[in-house]
């Protein structure tokens, strides 16, 4: 059963304006982490922005932040301001239980900031 | 600090043909992974090690081994390389904590002929 979901295969923003990209997942573990990557053109996957299931704010860093609704099983990311350096594919993943190194991807949004 | 490394960053092969793929990190991480992304499909977790001598299968596994050498560095061995294994393959690594994210390296992108 696919455990990330990502509806959005492409989406597209305005520069300056806010995006939200969709993620919602599947688990019965109450112990989980929801992860966000970016992966520009030249292919290398970096790191955004993390949330646990336990934390009880939703996660900020700089200009992204995590619309965590755990009762939902959503975890979308917004990009606030968007630039042309946002354009790139966006994956959404969980890492499931405490000590688990097994990490499922969704199957990503590709966003594309217009000038 | 290097980070993440891989090599070859490109590889063309024949079915039938043998290769592997190597990864090494400088951070000191105990975990260290291998993944496989085909278009539209994101990553996929082909195997993965906890900690030095230690490996174990993630979700598509068939068609590949791995060692863990030390703790810097793990390989990815296709015995008979097919066409279906053409894709872009990333190591990556990370502590073993789950709010840890996992770092990664360039990529590799192999095609079977």
């Known amino acids: 059963a696919q455990k990330i979901t990502q509806t959005q295969p492409g989406m597209f923003v305005q520069e300056k304006e806010a995006v939200t990209l969709d993620c919602t997942y599947d688990?019965?573990?109450?112990?989980?982490?929801l992860f966000w990557y970016k992966q520009p053109s030249s292919g290398e996957m970096i790191f955004l922005i993390y949330?646990?299931?336990?934390?009880?704010q939703n996660a900020t860093e700089g200009r992204y932040s995590l619309n965590f609704q755990k009762a939902r099983k959503s975890a979308n990311l917004v990009i606030s301001a968007s630039q042309l350096g946002d354009s790139a594919m966006y994956f959404c993943?969980?890492?499931?239980?405490?000590?688990?190194?097994?990490?499922?991807f969704g199957a990503g949004t590709r966003l594309t900031v217009k000038p | 600090n290097a980070g993440v490394t891989q090599t070859p960053k490109f590889q063309v092969l024949k079915t039938g043909q043998s290769m592997t793929l190597q990864c090494a990190q400088d951070?000191?991480?105990?975990?260290m992974y291998w993944y496989r992304q085909d278009p539209g499909m994101g990553l996929r977790l082909i195997y993965y090690?906890?900690?030095?001598?230690?490996?174990d299968k993630g979700e598509v596994p068939n068609g590949y081994n791995v060692s863990r050498l030390n703790k810097r560095e793990f390989s990815l061995r296709l015995e008979s390389a097919a066409p279906s294994q053409t894709s872009v393959y990333f190591c990556?690594?990370?502590?073993?904590?789950?709010?840890?994210?996992?770092?990664f390296g360039p990529g590799t992108r192999l095609t079977v002929l």
């Open positions: 688990t019965s573990d109450p112990s989980y982490g």
């Open positions: 990556a690594s990370s502590e073993q904590r789950q709010n840890n994210e996992q770092f």
């Open positions: 951070m000191n991480h105990n975990s």
């Open positions: 949330q646990g299931s336990y934390d009880q």
């Open positions: 993943a969980m890492r499931e239980g405490l000590n688990n190194n097994d990490m499922r």
């Open positions: 090690s906890a900690s030095e001598g230690t490996t």
